[in-house]
């Protein structure tokens, strides 16, 4: 709780009828140089002398409050996008944020209110480990949903409940060599795909701070980003406060080795916008004093400081920390998992769950018996991000509650033995190291794919786990720890196999009788597997006697998927769906239960079994839920927010980030997906009819209006998501196929019919245009559709929009930015600069850019207002124009750089045949970023024609071009 107001004598920063920003002003005129430095890391150093508290960003809250002992927890945020419903989102929200408050009110030092979610990275890639994080492969929804959870955790009123922070800004699907890798975003990409994402959050108030990520964007690390500055704290209505990821700041200088030293790192770091550095856990002293010596260097001022700590200090006037109260006051922990956030808690996951496949088996009609199977049929398991789960209720929990159940976790059971005889294992409840002896002791096998297993000890139930000594023991409840020493590859051997522990690398040897790791590859026991029960023959035998099976299958969320680790396929973990076919062979009668954070080629099971279904992990109510959804009480309210492909094949490299060259995601996929994006099955059906448009004929500032009439066509209530969508026709770019604008979510009586609509403003449907740099809504036709999902539409209607018709590229207006490109083959966007800017470098020899439509007009510029002008920018700051005289032949200058020299050719029409219209040699520069001018003369360039620059020689960058009347050297 705050102190008592002392309005007599209180500074102006604490009284409440000032404005945020007045506040801030005063507080930050009372504070020292150092005193503004100490509010720079993650721990904000305390300034007693002001009553100014210590203040610690980073609580994190993605799906309920974690790390702090037992709290809520709720579905994960893939699941909670797949409800499609932003308003009980935002309950969620609200409620992690009272029980953040709660939290806090006991522990205010350990508990902060800078909460770190929610995560808004669109969910580009299924293979992605922290799938489970976002909420959606549309940038569009992924909004909707990431602006309803935020606004949910600030509350409604002025003074924020907690302060929302949008993670991970920006281009961030990959942990595979997360801190080096560098994602390219061409300006379509960038500006319709990721920069959507984060806009409306950001710009609606809901979030009022944003995270970084781990990687580099076209060659920058994502702490510098000047997209900070010109893009996110231009949306916000208010200060945004910009906090580092956890240890990002030393990769500057480290393993990314984009600065020579840390000062100067965390020097850019701050003019870029970063205000918190998040380095070091608690201990401040290094970051603090690299930024000290950056001041002294030069490298800083303190008006730079001062505008990050504004930023910090803007988050805690409006957190209220300096109001004699606040309306949060009176929240207690009775909130933390109490009655009313259970109910909420079951029904996110009631509304979660997606019935994908139902040819009639569904819901269960009175089934006597039901055999529950499966590695996760009596399991929940907590992610990194989640809560600690205060009690469980799981899937064969929920059903024995409602019929009578036999269970079989399907697992197989087998010995291991060495030369010397059976590892063995104690059987103390608490453990203790694995041993070799004479007596023959079981483990239990888990397959949770990717090559990982996981084993558990019969005599005590406790899994193996590889100890920081390397010693093995029975010890622990299941994988955990951001360091999960609890998995095994098992790699074949000429006399057996052998396990390698996959956290450290190392391999299981016997050494003295005990069982440890050795790195010797060579030292690594070979072991026997001797079956002692095959998991799939006994799950089948329990089947049989079943009128039903429930095969509850899926991910463990600390495995094989996860943050720094992203998945190598989409298939079932192979004795997973080993299991599966056993028992369906066994009871036909056989519904696929999926719990997971990310989609599964579950291509077997489509084709063959009569029921599948899939929830994320679901919080401490799945089993309830699931019940009641298996057993007819409720209907499957849940809808997929991202494309279930049929195989990996299908998908683009992991890397590739520009969606629309590599036709990803249900925007641009052509091929025919497993489940399309928006499926999901009800236990009725619905008929559309009756799609209206406000208007066939718009301008660009006009809002279309879209309705439909839905119908239950069934015989029981149900709920459907209407699913609007518009395609452009005509284009001078690749559209999408379709692209969703809005949906609504109804649950309708049978019989019951009702009108809904959407409106959607003619400006979004605006793509960007790389020509001029902006966005542009185009003169072309649309057709709208609607249905049940982008693969189910049911109705269409055209319409046409009066907007702009691009004209050609205008070469008289100034230099071309080579990164705003049409098309392009084996380049890469990189850093033209080390603060701003993108160039383009070729990978290969015979990479190509391509600009469409170029006006040469007729061939000698004539007439053209030209601005050769400061062609370079920023790659080398000369104004080389005036070194062109008129009268001579046209001419192109390239800003260009290569380490090693090369050959640039300018062709027209085609890349490999076109006419020549001029080439350059590229002498060596220094680095990367020293750029130096180069001209050619350009033959036979006039009327519209297509320009290409080819690179024919690997490493050369080239950061613009321009064109004047001619030159003289």
Same mark, same amino acid.
């Given at each position: 709780?705050?102190?008592?107001?002392?309005?007599?004598?209180?500074?102006?920063?604490?009284?409440?009828?000032?404005?945020?920003?007045?506040?801030?002003?005063?507080?930050?005129?009372?504070?020292?140089?150092?005193?503004?430095?100490?509010?720079?890391?993650?721990?904000?150093?305390?300034?007693?002398?002001?009553?100014?508290?210590?203040?610690?960003?980073?609580?994190?809250?993605?799906?309920?409050?974690?790390?702090?002992?037992?709290?809520?927890?709720?579905?994960?945020?893939?699941?909670?996008?797949?409800?499609?419903?932003?308003?009980?989102?935002?309950?969620?929200?609200?409620?992690?944020?009272?029980?953040?408050?709660?939290?806090?009110?006991?522990?205010?030092?350990?508990?902060?209110?800078?909460?770190?979610?929610?995560?808004?990275?669109?969910?580009?890639?299924?293979?992605?480990?922290?799938?489970?994080?976002?909420?959606?492969?549309?940038?569009?929804?992924?909004?909707?949903?990431?602006?309803?959870?935020?606004?949910?955790?600030?509350?409604?009123?002025?003074?924020?409940?907690?302060?929302?922070?949008?993670?991970?800004?920006?281009?961030?699907?990959?942990?595979?060599?997360?801190?080096?890798?560098?994602?390219?975003?061409?300006?379509?990409?960038?500006?319709?795909?990721?920069?959507?994402?984060?806009?409306?959050?950001?710009?609606?108030?809901?979030?009022?701070?944003?995270?970084?990520?781990?990687?580099?964007?076209?060659?920058?690390?994502?702490?510098?980003?000047?997209?900070?500055?010109?893009?996110?704290?231009?949306?916000?209505?208010?200060?945004?406060?910009?906090?580092?990821?956890?240890?990002?700041?030393?990769?500057?200088?480290?393993?990314?080795?984009?600065?020579?030293?840390?000062?100067?790192?965390?020097?850019?770091?701050?003019?870029?916008?970063?205000?918190?550095?998040?380095?070091?856990?608690?201990?401040?002293?290094?970051?603090?004093?690299?930024?000290?010596?950056?001041?002294?260097?030069?490298?800083?001022?303190?008006?730079?400081?001062?505008?990050?700590?504004?930023?910090? +200090?803007?988050?805690?006037?409006?957190?209220?920390?300096?109001?004699?109260?606040?309306?949060?006051?009176?929240?207690?922990?009775?909130?933390?998992?109490?009655?009313?956030?259970?109910? +909420?808690?079951?029904?996110?996951?009631?509304?979660?769950?997606?019935?994908?496949?139902?040819?009639?088996?569904?819901?269960?009609?009175?089934?006597?018996?039901?055999?529950?199977?499966?590695?996760?049929?009596?399991?929940?398991?907590?992610?990194?991000?989640?809560?600690?789960?205060?009690?469980?209720?799981?899937?064969?929990?929920?059903?024995?509650?409602?019929?009578?159940?036999?269970?079989?976790?399907?697992?197989?059971?087998?010995?291991?033995?060495?030369?010397?005889?059976?590892?063995?294992?104690?059987?103390?409840?608490?453990?203790?190291? @694995?041993?070799?002896?004479?007596?023959?002791?079981?483990?239990?096998?888990?397959?949770?794919?990717?090559?990982?297993?996981?084993?558990?000890?019969?005599?005590?139930?406790?899994?193996?786990?590889?100890?920081?000594?390397?010693?093995?023991?029975?010890?622990?409840?299941?994988?955990?720890?951001?360091?999960?020493?609890?998995?095994?590859?098992?790699?074949?051997?000429?006399?057996?196999?052998?396990?390698?522990?996959?956290?450290?690398?190392?391999?299981?040897?016997?050494?003295?009788?005990?069982?440890?790791?050795?790195?010797?590859?060579?030292?690594?026991?070979?072991?026997?597997?001797?079956?002692?029960?095959?998991?799939?023959?006994?799950?089948?035998?329990?089947?049989?006697?079943?009128?039903?099976?429930?095969?509850?299958?899926?991910?463990?969320?600390?495995?094989?998927?996860?943050?720094?680790?992203?998945?190598?396929? +989409?298939?079932?973990? #192979?004795?997973? #769906?080993?299991?599966?076919?056993?028992?369906?062979?066994?009871?036909?009668?056989?519904?696929?239960?999926?719990?997971?954070?990310?989609?599964?080629?579950?291509?077997?099971?489509?084709?063959?079994?009569?029921?599948?279904?899939?929830?994320?992990?679901?919080?401490?109510?799945?089993?309830?839920?699931?019940?009641?959804?298996?057993?007819?009480?409720?209907?499957?309210?849940?809808?997929?927010?991202?494309?279930?492909?049929?195989?990996?094949?299908? @998908?683009?490299?992991?890397?590739?980030?520009?969606?629309?060259?590599?036709?990803?995601?249900?925007?641009?996929?052509?091929?025919?997906?497993?489940?399309?994006?928006?499926?999901?099955?009800?236990?009725?059906?619905?008929?559309?009819?009756?799609?209206?448009?406000?208007?066939?004929?718009?301008? #660009?500032?006009?809002?279309?209006?879209?309705?439909?009439?839905?119908?239950?066509?069934?015989?029981?209530?149900?709920?459907?998501?209407?699913?609007?969508?518009?395609?452009?026709?005509?284009?001078?770019?690749?559209?999408? +196929?379709?692209?969703?604008?809005?949906?609504?979510?109804?649950?309708?009586?049978?019989?019951?019919?009702?009108?809904?609509?959407?409106?959607?403003?003619?400006?979004?449907?605006?793509?960007?245009?790389?020509?001029?740099?902006?966005?542009?809504?185009? #003169?072309?036709?649309?057709?709208?559709?609607?249905?049940?999902?982008?693969?189910?539409?049911?109705?269409?209607?055209?319409?046409?929009?009066?907007?702009?018709?691009?004209?050609?590229?205008?070469?008289?207006?100034?230099?071309?930015?080579?990164?705003?490109?049409?098309?392009?083959?084996?380049?890469?966007?990189?850093?033209?600069?080390?603060?701003?800017?993108?160039?383009?470098?070729?990978?290969?020899?015979?990479?190509?850019?391509?600009?469409?439509?170029?006006?040469?007009?007729?061939?000698?510029?004539?007439?053209?207002?030209?601005?050769?002008?400061?062609?370079?920018?920023?790659?080398?700051?000369?104004?080389?124009?005036?070194?062109?005289?008129?009268?001579?032949?046209?001419?192109?200058?390239?800003?260009?750089?290569?380490?090693?020299?090369?050959?640039?050719?300018?062709?027209?029409?085609?890349? @490999?045949?076109?006419?020549?219209?001029?080439?350059?040699?590229?002498?060596?520069?220094?680095?990367?970023?020293?750029?130096?001018?180069?001209?050619?003369?350009?033959?036979?360039?006039?009327?519209?024609?297509?320009?290409?620059?080819?690179?024919?020689?690997?490493?050369?960058?080239?950061?613009?071009?321009?064109?004047?009347?001619?030159?003289?050297?």
């Amino acid at each position: 709780m705050n102190e008592p107001a002392r309005h007599d004598q209180d500074p102006a920063f604490r009284n409440p009828a000032l404005s945020p920003a007045e506040r801030v002003d005063d507080l930050l005129g009372r504070l020292t140089l150092d005193e503004k430095i100490g509010l720079l890391h993650q721990y904000q150093a305390p300034v007693e002398r002001l009553g100014l508290r210590v203040f610690r960003t980073g609580t994190e809250a993605l799906h309920g409050l974690a790390w702090h002992g037992p709290a809520t927890v709720f579905p994960q945020a893939v699941g909670l996008a797949s409800t499609w419903n932003p308003d009980l989102v935002r309950q969620v929200g609200e409620a992690t944020g009272d029980e953040v408050m709660a939290f806090h009110h006991k522990d205010p030092q350990s508990v902060g209110r800078n909460v770190w979610a929610p995560v808004v990275n669109p969910l580009r890639d299924p293979r992605w480990g922290r799938n489970e994080e976002g909420y959606s492969e549309d940038p569009w929804l992924t909004g909707v949903m990431g602006t309803a959870y935020a606004r949910g955790l600030r509350g409604g009123h002025a003074v924020l409940k907690t302060a929302p922070t949008l993670k991970h800004f920006l281009g961030y699907n990959n942990e595979t060599d997360r801190c080096v890798t560098s994602s390219v975003l061409p300006p379509r990409a960038l500006h319709e795909y990721e920069l959507k994402a984060f806009r409306p959050a950001v710009e609606s108030g809901a979030a009022v701070a944003v995270m970084p990520s781990y990687n580099l964007v076209n060659g920058r690390p994502a702490h510098l980003s000047p997209l900070i500055g010109s893009h996110l704290r231009t949306w916000a209505p208010d200060d945004i406060l910009v906090v580092s990821d956890a240890y990002a700041p030393s990769n500057l200088a480290g393993p990314q080795g984009y600065h020579k030293d840390l000062p100067e790192a965390y020097a850019h770091a701050i003019k870029a916008g970063l205000d918190s550095f998040t380095q070091d856990d608690a201990d401040t002293a290094a970051t603090l004093g690299h930024v000290r010596t950056a001041l002294g260097r030069g490298l800083l001022t303190e008006a730079d400081i001062d505008a990050a700590a504004r930023h910090a +200090l803007s988050i805690r006037v409006r957190l209220g920390e300096f109001d004699p109260a606040t309306p949060y006051d009176d929240i207690t922990h009775d909130v933390v998992n109490s009655p009313e956030h259970r109910r +909420l808690a079951r029904e996110a996951a009631r509304q979660s769950i997606t019935l994908l496949k139902n040819d009639g088996l569904l819901p269960l009609a009175a089934p006597r018996t039901v055999a529950v199977i499966g590695p996760l049929a009596d399991a929940l398991f907590e992610d990194w991000y989640s809560g600690t789960l205060p009690y469980q209720v799981t899937a064969l929990a929920g059903l024995a509650e409602r019929c009578e159940t036999v269970f079989c976790e399907g697992a197989d059971r087998v010995a291991l033995r060495t030369e010397g005889g059976y590892v063995g294992a104690s059987a103390d409840p608490a453990g203790g190291p @694995l041993y070799v002896g004479g007596e023959r002791s079981c483990f239990d096998v888990f397959d949770w794919g990717g090559g990982a297993f996981a084993f558990r000890s019969c005599a005590n139930g406790r899994h193996v786990s590889a100890g920081e000594d390397g010693v093995l023991a029975n010890d622990q409840p299941g994988p955990n720890g951001w360091e999960v020493r609890q998995t095994f590859r098992i790699e074949e051997r000429l006399r057996g196999v052998v396990l390698r522990n996959i956290s450290s690398g190392r391999y299981v040897t016997v050494a003295d009788g005990v069982v440890r790791t050795t790195d010797d590859p060579d030292a690594a026991s070979v072991l026997s597997v001797e079956p002692v029960e095959s998991g799939a023959a006994r799950a089948a035998q329990v089947a049989a006697g079943a009128d039903v099976a429930v095969v509850v299958l899926g991910d463990h969320p600390l495995v094989n998927g996860r943050e720094t680790e992203d998945r190598a396929t +989409l298939a079932l973990p #192979e004795r997973q #769906e080993a299991l599966l076919k056993a028992v369906h062979a066994a009871n036909p009668a056989t519904v696929l239960v999926v719990s997971s954070g990310y989609p599964f080629a579950v291509t077997w099971a489509q084709e063959h079994l009569p029921a599948v279904v899939w929830s994320a992990h679901g919080g401490q109510e799945y089993g309830h839920a699931l019940a009641g959804v298996l057993l007819g009480d409720d209907d499957p309210g849940g809808r997929l927010t991202q494309t279930w492909y049929r195989s990996a094949a299908e @998908l683009p490299d992991l890397l590739d980030y520009d969606l629309i060259a590599s036709d990803a995601t249900y925007l641009y996929y052509r091929g025919r997906p497993l489940y399309p994006f928006g499926h999901g099955l009800s236990y009725t059906r619905f008929a559309y009819s009756d799609l209206e448009l406000s208007s066939a004929d718009l301008a #660009e500032d006009d809002t279309l209006t879209l309705r439909v009439t839905v119908t239950n066509a069934g015989e029981r209530e149900g709920e459907e998501v209407v699913q609007f969508y518009t395609r452009q026709r005509r284009s001078r770019v690749k559209q999408p +196929l379709r692209q969703l604008r809005g949906f609504v979510k109804v649950r309708l009586a049978p019989g019951e019919s009702r009108t809904v609509s959407v409106d959607v403003p003619v400006a979004d449907l605006a793509f960007w245009d790389v020509t001029r740099g902006r966005f542009v809504v185009e #003169e072309a036709a649309h057709k709208a559709q609607v249905g049940a999902s982008a693969g189910d539409i049911r109705l269409c209607a055209p319409f046409r929009v009066r907007g702009e018709r691009i004209p050609p590229r205008d070469l008289t207006s100034g230099p071309l930015d080579v990164a705003d490109h049409d098309e392009y083959d084996g380049v890469v966007l990189c850093d033209a600069a080390l603060d701003s800017g993108d160039a383009v470098r070729s990978t290969s020899p015979g990479s190509w850019i391509a600009f469409r439509d170029c006006d040469f007009g007729g061939g000698d510029f004539g007439g053209g207002d030209f601005r050769g002008g400061d062609i370079a920018g920023d790659f080398g700051e000369r104004d080389f124009g005036g070194d062109l005289a008129d009268g001579g032949p046209p001419a192109c200058v390239l800003a260009v750089s290569s380490e090693e020299g090369g050959v640039v050719t300018l062709r027209l029409d085609d890349p @490999l045949t076109g006419e020549v219209a001029g080439a350059v040699s590229v002498p060596p520069t220094a680095t990367r970023h020293d750029f130096v001018e180069v001209s050619t003369p350009l033959a036979g360039a006039a009327g519209v024609r297509d320009l290409y620059v080819v690179y024919e020689s690997e490493g050369v960058t080239v950061g613009a071009l321009g064109f004047v009347p001619g030159f003289s050297r």
